[in-house]
């Protein structure tokens, strides 16, 4: 199953860009860990713009076999991400420290440093709004977990890909993975353009509270800059 029709009825009057990042670098690999970014390669980013599923990664148009057969994910090179990106409004999960700076650095790296964009971390929007709700330290949800607890598409479906973390990803890519990879990471993509939904129409998001294990809707930072034309 693909995309809600309001959703993508959303993204289309908003044009706001629902992404997902990848890097095929192992942080357990790295002295650094996590904490100097320009170690890590950028390995594929799946957007959904206009539509339809673009898939940028470092083979291209090659990816074609990989992609999904229903011909609406299009292949393309990662140099073409400041010629679709640049300027737009994203919303993303874990953008603000991995995947927009992941982003820049690689672009920088192709001689091309001018890229800018706005976007809104559903990883760092929902830590803050349970800090403010619990009046104490914030959280760390997983998407999918955020996913399923706000019934976005495909995530009861998708029990397959419950386990496949991120490093298994990795492993997995590396090992020749790609299509289950770019399954995952069009899930995921899928998954933030619902909860930027809802967040947009309800300035909630429904959470785990950990003092009572019950679901709880909190209030939460409403998307700057998205308007219904």
């Not at 199953?1 to 992404?19: A, C, D, H, R």
């Not at 990662?78 to 640049?86: A, F, V, Y």
């Not at 953008?95 to 920088?108: A, C, D, Q, R």
Request: proline share 3%.
């Amino acid at each position: 199953m693909g995309m809600k029709k309001k959703t993508k009825q959303f993204l289309e009057k908003t044009k706001i860009i629902p992404v997902a990042v990848f890097s095929s670098t192992d942080p357990a690999d790295l002295d650094t860990g996590y904490a100097d970014i320009t170690k890590f390669d950028l390995t594929a980013v799946v957007a959904y713009i206009n539509g339809r599923f673009h898939v940028f990664s470092e083979v291209g148009e090659m990816d074609s076999m990989y992609v999904m057969e229903d011909n609406k994910t299009r292949p393309l090179p990662l140099e073409s991400l400041r010629d679709h990106l640049h300027g737009e409004q994203l919303v993303g999960y874990d953008l603000e420290k991995f995947g927009v700076p992941l982003i820049i650095n690689y672009l920088s790296n192709e001689g091309d440093g001018d890229f800018k964009v706005s976007f809104y971390d559903l990883l760092q929007e929902t830590y803050h709004a349970y800090e403010e709700h619990t009046n104490g330290p914030g959280k760390r949800f997983g998407l999918f977990n955020l996913a399923y607890w706000n019934a976005c598409q495909n995530s009861v479906s998708a029990a397959d890909l419950v386990g496949f973390t991120k490093l298994k990803m990795i492993k997995s890519w590396h090992f020749g993975g790609r299509r289950k990879g770019i399954r995952y990471l069009r899930n995921h993509t899928i998954w933030c353009a619902e909860l930027a939904h809802r967040v947009f129409k309800h300035e909630t998001i429904t959470v785990r509270d950990h003092r009572t294990s019950k679901k709880v809707k909190i209030p939460i930072k409403p998307l700057e800059g998205a308007r219904l034309e």
